[in-house]
């Protein structure tokens, strides 16, 4: 596609349930990022994958939080037994490659609403 | 270890006069440095960038910003503010020697005032 693609692009669950955020990147980047942006807190990143590399989950809150990414494309991120605090945008971006010095892609987040 | 700071919430000028949005960062080695703009309701958008060389860089839309080893600094800049340059603007750094994620400041409101 032409740019990166979220989905839903709003979700509203109640407290306790588990939630699935899908992102797909621009086709053939490799490197694909999570962040979530909560109100006057910035961008908080969540996960990183590379290629076929085992990806860097250290900024995940809690165990509740997982991301898989298939065939090197499409990622989702699980929210098991979500809370309020949860609430956010959640914004996934892709980028070419490893490269550190190449800017990455934002797609247009989920905005995830914990009642 | 990362870290980015900048220092304004919001930053209010007006139309047809230089903005200045201020940013600082830490990084145990050497940095590169990103600007991105958020427009309302929509994502964020790539606007600059300094890898390596000359430390003046420019971007899209006229910003401009100017890499400060010494007081590490990477302050985004325009010499005459538009309405429409009105968004949120983060700041992010990686760590050459560091994680390959960016990390980001917690963002800069900025409203031209016509």
């Known amino acids: 596609g032409a740019g990166v693609s979220q989905s839903p692009s709003n979700k509203v669950t109640e407290k306790g349930k588990d939630v699935e955020l899908r992102c797909d990147p621009i086709?053939?980047?490799?490197?694909l990022y999570w962040y979530r942006q909560s109100l006057g807190q910035g961008l908080e990143f969540l996960i990183y994958?590379?290629?076929?590399?085992?990806?860097?989950k250290s900024g995940l809150p809690s165990d509740r939080f997982s991301a898989e990414r298939t065939g090197g494309s499409v990622s989702t991120l699980t929210i098991q037994r979500t809370q309020q605090e949860d609430s956010a945008v959640y914004l996934c971006?892709?980028?070419?490659?490893?490269?550190?010095?190449?800017?990455?892609?934002f797609g247009q987040g989920t905005r995830l609403t914990v009642v | 270890a990362q870290s980015v700071a900048q220092p304004e919430d919001q930053v209010n000028v007006a139309e047809g006069n230089p903005l200045t949005v201020k940013c600082t960062y830490s990084?145990?080695?050497?940095?590169?440095l990103f600007w991105y703009v958020q427009y309302p309701n929509r994502g964020l958008q790539f606007l600059l960038k300094?890898?390596?060389?000359?430390?003046l860089v420019k971007g899209s839309y006229g910003f401009e910003a100017e890499f400060n080893k010494s007081q590490t600094s990477f302050h985004l800049k325009k010499p005459s503010a538009l309405v429409s340059d009105s968004a949120l603007y983060f700041c992010?750094?990686?760590?050459?020697?560091?994680?390959?994620?960016?990390?980001f400041g917690t963002g800069t409101r900025l409203t031209v005032i016509a």
């Open positions: 971006a892709s980028s070419p490659d490893s490269t550190m010095n190449t800017e990455a892609f």
């Open positions: 086709s053939g980047h490799t490197a």
């Open positions: 994958f590379q290629g076929n590399s085992a990806p860097d």
């Open positions: 990084v145990s080695g050497n940095p590169y």
């Open positions: 300094y890898i390596t060389g000359d430390n």
């Open positions: 992010a750094v990686r760590d050459r020697s560091g994680a390959k994620y960016v990390f």
